[in-house]
């Protein structure tokens, strides 16, 4: 039968993209990520596995190569559902069992998901897919379209594209439209159009407050960045650096980098008090920082980036006479005034979940309206489809004579125009950040004074197994291995309005720790302590952690 013959192609194809005997692979926070060397039999299985899943949903799905912040020599490969959004988490077992049946068991696994979801295999599929800027992503995207076109999948390729644009398009095609044009072209013409309608409401900027130094990471973010400025209508004046031209990709620079360092990026001239952002590596992430007048650096990471379109979009509620319920959702990393602000002044529920966007959207999707950011830059906004409407219909509603009220729904609209909803998207972000910015003629060091962060420390600690240690209550506390929660709880006594946690990173293969207190000094020696604690209680290796 035909079916024989297709399996028989796959059977063929994959011994072309062979398994390494014996490596097991885990779909991690944001889909597979290691050593681009590991990747390519995983790559051609992800093509496998989004024909099934695009068969099953009967809708097309997405499939972006991309290691995000990692470093350029390692790649990964995340799935994208057809809202745009991460694939289901049953999906990420299926993906597990097929990145890891040894080569002569691949097509027994293949089968077994097949007969589980009950997928007709006549039922067609779609793929879109898209790469970022490392060397290796040409070839293991090739790998994922070899797979694809195996099981007799449709495909198109975008080719170098952000991993938010790749979801956009998804979203785009699986809602006939309705989101926006699948295209470059239809996602610079939304998303610019949000902007400069939500610019025109601040008519009489100085070019000084036009202004953005912008940090590529020398990624795809930087390339694509350069295509929208022509859309922008003059309403932003860019300064990009580290656009791909000449230095390596996320190395001394990017978001991560900017947040975790809590130190400027390399290859960036900056004035004094002038709005600066990063983004990273495959541009899902966005943080702003500037240097004041005695040259100090102040970062603004993802939950001042929260709080700042939480406090605008509240307002402008209030302002509008819409009664929505607003919600922010963060992780365990959130700044600790960030979240006292968000529940005590601007009183508005804050969630807390683990860490990856899959869990914080998943979250948000319970409000009306669901602000959700990590403190790492990577976040948006969702609105329900009952939000929508009621902003969509104030917004058309030409009967309305106040005057404050008309602008407040228009200014709604626009916000909902220029946020990507399907995930959290640098370019996005910065658009809207721009544009509240703007509107409420704020500079970068007012939008600074909303709060002030405690200070704090991030570390990695390397461990001969990092699924030791594992974690509840959203990653704030360790369950095993025995007895280190019990210490960290002793460390974090001695010292003021301190906070720490420890878990381990689901894409690289270490251990994150986090502390904060209320000196600078105090986070990095409590850091220092648990990273001590985790190095002598989880199987440390390399030597013991030394302070910074
Ligand atoms: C990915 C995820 C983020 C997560 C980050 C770090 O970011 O998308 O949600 O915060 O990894 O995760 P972990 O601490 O588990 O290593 P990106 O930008 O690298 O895709």
New binding site residues.
Partial sequence: STRMTQFEKVSQNSALHPKPVGLVLQY???GFRTSAEELDHIMFRMGLLAVLRSKKTKATIGVMVTA???PEEDNGVKLVDPMGEMVTPTWEEYAMQLANAEQDALLTALMDIIKKEAISMEQEANIFIGKDTRQSSEKLSQAVLEGVLSLGGQVHDYGVVTTPQLHFMVRCQNTQGCYGSPTLEGYYQKLSQGFVQLAKHAPNRTDDQKHLTVDGANGVGALRLRDMERFLQNQLQISLFNDCSAGKLNFQCGADYVKVQQKPPQGVEMSMGERCCSF?G?A??IVYYYKDSVGCFHLLDGDKIATLIGTFIKDMLTQAGLDLQIAVVQTAYANGSSTRYLEDILKVTVCCTK???KHLHHAAQEFDIGVYF?A?G?GTVLFSNAALEKIQQLAQDSSIKDEKKKTAAQLLQSTVNVINQAVGDAISDMLLVEGVLAIQGLSVQQWDTMYHDLPNRQRKIKVADRRVITTTDAERRAVTPPGLQETVDKLVKKYPQSRAFVRP????DII?IYAEADTQENADALAQEVCLAVYRLAGGVGGEPKPL
């Fill in positions: 991690g926070t944001a995000s912040h990692n990273d495959d899902d992430r860490t990856g966007v990590e790492n990577h990173s689901g894409t690289e994150r």
